[in-house]
């Protein structure tokens, strides 16, 4: 069966970076789109990135210019670097597959068909 398992997350300074991964099993990575997504306390999941399956990106306007999603297919692993972290960047990260995002990818939470169980990210001093 399709599984994603996120990690990477933890406790980061303002200012800070982490390497979030989603790897992904049970599929053939190549042929999908992958999303990342995060929720915030009290808040609803919201899409913060995505990669489609021939390499185009897209990217909420909140992490433009600080957030790179990147994908291995050969590893099957989705990455999301993210850079100069505030403390609006705090939540559970999610990725997910969306197995109609050749040329193009969204950022909507109902592309996606299947879910990773999310990784902490904390932005604090």
């Known amino acids: 069966q399709v599984q994603l398992v996120e990690s990477g997350g933890g406790l980061v300074q303002p200012g800070g970076s982490l390497r979030l991964s989603c790897a992904v099993s049970?599929?053939?990575?190549?042929?999908?789109?992958i999303g990342w997504f995060r929720q915030a306390p009290g808040q609803e999941r919201e899409g913060i990135s995505c990669i489609a399956a021939n390499g185009g990106t897209d990217y909420a306007d909140s992490v433009k210019g600080r957030f790179t999603i990147s994908r291995d297919n050969a590893n099957s692993t989705v990455y999301l670097q993210m850079n100069s972290l505030k403390s609006d960047d705090t939540g559970v990260y999610y990725c997910?597959?969306?197995?109609?995002?050749?040329?193009?990818?969204?950022?909507?939470?109902?592309?996606?068909?299947?879910w990773g169980q999310g990784t902490q990210a904390t932005v604090s001093s």
């Open positions: 049970g599929v053939i990575l190549e042929y999908y789109a």
């Open positions: 997910a597959t969306d197995p109609y995002g050749f040329g193009f990818c969204e950022l909507t939470l109902t592309a996606y068909d299947h």
